[in-house]
Nanobody, 125 residues
Framework: QVQLVESGGGLVQTGGSLRLSCVAS????????MGWFRQAPGKERDFVSA????????RYSDAMKGRFTISRDNAKNTLYLQMNSLKPEDTAIYYC??????????????????WGRGTQVTVSS
């Protein structure tokens, strides 16, 4: 079974930055799209960003565009999310996910096969 483990979350002030990582391990899995989702208390899990297998295609939620950058290092089996200019409304648990599909409707959680347990990001005002 593929294991996805997020790290890098924490408490920052408005305008600060964090870099999240997601390391994949376990059985061999040919990952295609990987993505980030987030979930705030009492809200649904929302799309943040996604990236194709070789990094050639990326997609961002409008709320994150220009502030967040997704990347991956396949040699290290690691997905990253650089978050800049953080706002209190970015406070949420951030989850990484992976799918065997080449480029499905990446904003929809149902298309992803594997999920991490999440890392907490808290932005104070």
């Amino acid at each position: 079974q593929v294991q996805l483990v997020e790290s890098g979350g924490g408490l920052v002030q408005t305008g600060g930055s964090l870099r999240l990582s997601c390391v994949a391990s376990g059985r061999t899995f040919i990952s295609n799209v990987m993505g980030w989702f987030r979930q705030a208390p009492g809200k649904e899990r929302d799309f943040v960003s996604a990236i194709s297998r070789n990094g050639g295609i990326t997609r961002y939620s409008d709320a994150m565009k220009g502030r967040f950058t997704i990347s991956r290092d396949n040699a290290k089996n690691t997905l990253y999310l650089q978050m800049n200019s953080l706002k209190p409304e970015d406070t949420a648990i951030y989850y990484c996910a992976a799918t065997s599909k080449t480029w499905p409707p990446v904003t929809t959680p149902d298309w992803y096969d594997d999920w991490g347990r999440g890392t907490q990001v808290t932005v104070s005002s």
